[in-house]
């Protein structure tokens, strides 16, 4: 409804934000030739822009709020019929089997670039989807888990520029060492729940990374790590484009391996257990759960593919240094898990994939690329709070009495 | 079976339990009845380990169980329906049972406890797909009852089972419960606003005040007693 307060509402917000956008918009200081410049054309765009913008957000919400959500249930039955594809057996094999060969030719279609960044998004995918154990199905919130995909990629680095030890042999070995840390985390702060413990996962993020940057005997400080070797095929020596393609493949491989082991554990009694300590730590006492070690297996599981991912990261990139594990990678990957759906392992994969691939394709717009990630982040929240796919676990269905 | 000797439980610096001794036989329904924060689920919490108290012993079948932490005291035998249901509202009615069993393997008798269980409760069965936080208030007390029975305790520990239920809902569960002892010889130790439901149901009873136990005596007696009649019955 187009009313006269909303109009009212409307043409505040733009004559505020014509205000606040008057010194950068308006004004411009020509220093070399000491003139002030007055472009009241700027003006202009900005008010009737977010006079537009306003007036849409406001339809929007209010939208959603009344007629029984009428479009919200309309996203959603759009992702349950995503779902509704997947689990019926018809639509299931064929589905697969197309998602398989488009994966398989993908390499062969596009060239090394496109590629490249797909091995980027898949490595991503890995990390939501370990992520997503931590924070989707324990519940815990981890804001420094960028520190586990440090530890793996620096174990490989380590290893290989001292003593030569192959990508394949680190691998397990990295995933190990990021469930220690993570191990080594989880003691401290099991105890803590919710914002303080996403202030001291923060912080750990930061001392692991600072560590790497200072400590310059053991990490080579700010100037990292290079010359890692790329994984070893058997020993047969690869071209440009086939270290690329195998290390594509090798990806493709880790996710699945990822999927299936995320998959298996939410449907396991341990998976259960963290979904069950998410939602109340007194009943699970009381059940018998063991309140630290589920916890500490969560923290630990999570970690492991961090620091395999790690390991991988070295090994594609050739090159580590302490600027790769800032906190905003951290940001990134908690941006994929909530974006996607806590707990969602469809969602998380799409989410990666869309959140690493849309900033590569919108290389035009890279200026704005945080201006437009941030925009699409508070509108999802606003609008679709559950993440693109939610869990299957919240809908259920009632089986109708046959007659 | 239970001995609890000379039990004081803190919350930080303030004392909620006061020196509390009772004790527990195989086979019996005690009750705990007493006004609101005279320290009933206090109690019920430090002998689950839950919160653990600072002085006194807890003896359980003669092992001090006092020491351990709460998944090693329901791996003894003693399990507990928390106060307020507490069941998990995202996970369905059969996933909740599964979690009441946890610290068991064997498979094929958690198959026939399950059995049981739908036995005992013929409404849970029929929604044992439906995530427990859809189910309603007297459903969800009888899903918290089937998951403490799942860990087939020998001790079940019950912390107002008639909170917010309707009175034909709380007959029917006190129904279920003296069930429950009698046909599996499952002691239970019944914590209790409803003073008059309890102590019907009830072999011994005791009464606390301000976290002291002030009086203890066969169920009977104590509906008889002046003093219970006047503060607790209403009568």
């Known amino acids: ?403 | 079976m239970l001995k609890v000797n000379g039990l004081s439980t803190y919350y930080g610096n303030i004392q909620e339990l006061k020196n509390i001794s009772m004790e527990v036989a195989e086979g019996e329904i005690i009750t705990l009845i007493g006004a609101n924060g005279a320290g009933k689920t206090t109690t019920l919490m430090s002998i689950s380990g839950i919160v653990p108290p600072r002085q006194g012993e807890i003896f359980f079948l003669n092992k001090p169980i006092h020491t351990m932490s709460p998944d090693k005291i329901v791996s003894q035998g003693i399990s507990q329906v928390p106060e307020g249901r507490r069941i998990f509202p995202y996970l369905t009615v059969a996933e909740n049972l599964d979690m009441g069993a946890y610290l068991r393997s064997d498979t094929e008798n958690i198959k026939k406890d399950m059995a049981y269980i739908w036995d005992l409760f013929p409404i849970l069965s029929q929604r044992r797909h439906q995530a427990g936080g859809t189910l309603s208030g007297g459903e969800q007390q009888m899903l918290a009852i089937s998951r403490a029975l799942m860990a087939r305790p020998r001790l079940l520990l019950l912390d107002e089972p008639s909170l917010g239920l309707a009175p034909l809902i709380v007959k029917q569960i006190f129904e279920i419960i003296k069930k429950i002892n009698a046909e599996n010889n499952t002691t239970i130790f019944l914590v209790e606003q409803n003073a008059n439901m309890a102590l019907k149901i009830a072999h011994r009873g005791y009464v606390m005040e301000n976290g002291v136990i002030t009086m203890s005596d066969s169920s009977r007696n104590l509906l008889c007693n002046e003093a219970v009649k006047k503060a607790y019955l209403g009568l």
Not at chain 1, 334 to 362: C, N, R
């Open chain 1, 1 to 403: 409804m187009m009313t006269f307060t909303e109009i009212k509402k409307s043409f505040l917000t733009s004559l505020w934000f014509m205000f606040l956008t008057f010194p950068i918009m308006v004004i411009r200081v020509n220093t070399i030739e000491k003139q002030v410049i007055w472009r009241w054309e700027n003006m202009w765009y900005v008010g009737i822009g977010s006079f537009l913008l306003s007036f849409a957000w406001r339809y929007f919400l209010r939208r959603k709020e009344r007629g029984g959500n009428q479009a919200n249930e309309h996203i959603a039955n759009m992702s349950s019929s995503i779902q509704r594809i997947f689990s019926r057996r018809r639509y299931k094999i064929p589905a697969m089997v197309a998602a398989a060969m488009a994966v398989v030719v993908f390499p062969f279609v596009m060239n090394s670039y496109q590629t490249n960044i797909m091995i980027t998004a898949l490595m991503y995918v890995m990390l939501g989807l370990g992520l997503n154990i931590v924070v989707g199905l324990a519940g815990l919130l981890d804001l420094g888990y960028v520190a586990f995909y440090a530890v793996g990629a620096y174990t490989y680095g380590l290893l290989n520029h001292h003593f030569g030890i192959g990508f394949w042999t680190v691998l397990p070995l990295g995933g190990a060492l990021g469930a220690l840390f993570g191990v080594l985390l989880g003691f401290p702060v099991l105890r803590l729940r919710g914002d303080y413990l996403a202030i001291v996962t923060l912080g750990f993020g930061e001392i692991i990374r600072l560590i790497l940057e200072n400590w310059n005997e053991f990490s080579y400080g700010p100037s990292g790590i290079a010359h890692i070797s790329k994984p070893s095929l058997f020993g047969i020596k690869l071209s440009f484009s086939g270290e690329i393609n195998y290390m594509y493949f090798l990806m493709i491989g880790m996710v699945c391996f990822t999927i299936f082991v995320v998959n298996r554990l939410q449907n396991s009694r341990i998976g259960r257990a963290w979904i069950a300590l998410r939602e109340d730590e007194i009943a699970c006492q009381a059940m018998g759960i063991d309140k630290t070690r589920t916890k500490l297996t969560a923290f630990a599981l999570g970690a492991t593919w961090a620091g395999m991912a790690g390991v991988i990261f070295a090994a594609k990139t050739t090159f580590i240094n302490p600027a790769s594990f800032t906190f905003m990678e951290s940001a990134m990957i908690l941006s994929i898990v909530v974006l996607g759906g806590m707990g969602s392992i469809p969602g998380v994969i799409i989410a990666a994939l869309f959140l690493i691939l849309l900033p590569e394709y919108l290389r035009a717009f890279s200026d704005y690329r945080m201006l437009l990630f941030g925009a699409i982040m508070v509108i999802m929240m606003v609008f679709r709070p559950q993440g693109i796919i939610a869990t299957v676990r919240r809908n259920y269905n009632f089986k109708r009495a046959e007659n």
